[in-house]
Structure formats: structure tokens, C-alpha cells
């Protein structure tokens, strides 16, 4: 896979996330994801948890990406997030992303974003909608 081919996915990766949908075809069957917020997710549980985070966001959240590096068969991108939250509230985090691209699909994704927005703006929601874990 190209240099310029894994900027493609990783774009649609992000198109998805904006829209709460990522085309599970882009994605390997064993592909995990970590975040510092939640841990190790298969794929199932990171699917799951996008379409949770689109409702909590009224599916307004946008993710641009600002940064995108690329190395071999993986990926690093700097990106903002901003939107407006089920209560009115808005929302805007930096995040950084890192990807393992396996075979032509996302094997990996790795997040770092800054916790406080998640702890104060998102998990109270998702509590609200019985949908977070404490």
C-alpha cells in the first residue's frame, strides 16, 4: 500500500468518525482499539462506541485532521474535534491518532486526547444515556 493510499484510509477513517459510520470493510476482523479513556476495544465494542459518541454529539462532530505523518504501514495524525453536544454544549478536543495498516485495512488505532474534555463533557451524557461504565 502506498503512502498516498493510506492517506486515503485514514481520510475515510475520519469521514466516518465525523458521521458516527465507519465502513466495517476498512477495518481487519481482529482490528483493536486503544484509548486512554477507555482501553483495549475489538472492533465491535469501537463500532459500537462511535455510534454512541454520534448521538451523544447529534452527529455534529467534525474531525479534522491537522497533521497526518506517514511511515511504512503506518500512521500518525494530529487532529481537532469540535461539535455541539445533546445538551447544547459545545465541544472541542485535540487528539492524536495512530494507525497500523495490515494487508490494505486499519489493524490499530491508537488515541491520546486531552481527558478532561471526555471526563467533563462526554461521560456525564453517556451516564445519562446508561451507556457509560463507572
Known sequence: MTS????????????GLSL???DADMLTPEMTFWS???????????L?????????????LCYTVDTLIVDGQ????????????????????????IF?????????VVEFMNQRVVEEKIMPL???LGTGKK
Open 48 to 60: 459500537q462506541g462511535i455510534r454512541v459518541l454520534a448521538t451523544i454529539a447529534g452527529k455534529s
Open 36 to 46: 486512554v479513556n477507555s482501553g483495549v476495544s475489538e472492533r465491535e465494542r469501537f
Open 74 to 97: 503506518r500512521a500518525a495524525a494530529e487532529v481537532s474535534s469540535s461539535g455541539t453536544l445533546i445538551n447544547g454544549e459545545g465541544l472541542q478536543n485535540k487528539h492524536v491518532f
Open 4 to 15: 498516498h493510499d493510506i492517506r486515503t484510509l485514514v481520510d475515510a477513517f475520519f469521514s
Open 126 to 128: 453517556m451516564m445519562a
Open 20 to 22: 458516527g459510520e465507519i
Open 100 to 108: 497500523t495498516v495490515s494487508d490494505g485495512k486499519i489493524s490499530a
